[in-house]
């Protein structure tokens, strides 16, 4: 039997309203889209989702308005089996909103309104510092205010939990401090590139990249390359680098494929998975999402796997 570890997400739950374009606009023009479709989504929200679906043990802690929107929210993780006792509703402000511009070959647009995860700040954090305490696996993304993430990674790494960010949406800057707090660092090519301020194109120039945020004391670094799959160099740069292809899969949507990815690999390392069969699990799964709609209900079960 598998004695998981508990995982914990600290992050965003936004409301997506979905639009399908045959091609993303171009500034100044103006298309038709098709009806829009309310999804259930927020990146935190989503590496929840994907991990309980995946059969990880999963809580969330983050803010929702006191609204429709922050309730479907709530029961779309009640559903996918997170625990969301650490979600709070404010009444200081709308559920996040975020506007999706899906087009024809499922490539995305996103723009985020972030509504009450702006209020999901540090001390809301630190007065939550038990819950940290009592996981195993700490999972945080960019869509909370950047303090309160890295107050959640320096609390984490001080009880000794396995600390995950994924830097999405790509900050200005991560404080060199915050990357000694982390165990896994999981950008995307645009994120490494922002990072780094190197061009990131495929696994050799994310090597070049990497190297220049090991410097910085980034310890294991896990790169997600798209339909290329993913790359993780382990160790500071000294380690292992293991590469992991993605299944060809004709996608649709590649909405939250990076969440999934993430939220699988959270699944993994809660498992002691080795990490060869981690980075195979977390592309199978990201792989799944984008031949379906969406975020959340785009997510695999583990039964699918
Ligand atoms: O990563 C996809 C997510 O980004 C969407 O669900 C949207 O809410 C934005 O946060």
Known sequence: MIVAGKILVIGSLNMDMVVAVDEIPRRGETVPGGNPAYIPGGKGANQACAAAKLGGKTAMLGMVGDDTAGRTLMDSLRLAGVDVSAVAATD?????????QVDRSGGNCIVVIPGANAFCGKSHIEARRDLIKSHDIVLLQMEIPPD???AAAELAAGYGKTVILNPAPAPGAIPDAVFAYLDYLIPNETELEKLSGLPVADAGSARAAARRLFGRGVKNLLVTLGSQG?????????GPILSSPAPKVAAIDSTAAGDTFVGAFAVALSEAMPLDAALSFA????????????AQPSMPG???M
Not at 92 to 100: F, S
Not at 230 to 238: D, E, F
């Open 92 to 100: 200081q402000a709308p559920t996040g909103t975020a506007i999706i």
């Open 148 to 150: 309160a993430t890295f």
């Open 230 to 238: 993913a790359l993780l160099i382990g160790g500071g740069g000294a």
């Open 283 to 294: 592309n199978r799964a990201a792989a799944i999402s984008v031949t379906r709609p969406g």
């Open 302 to 304: 583990r039964g699918e």
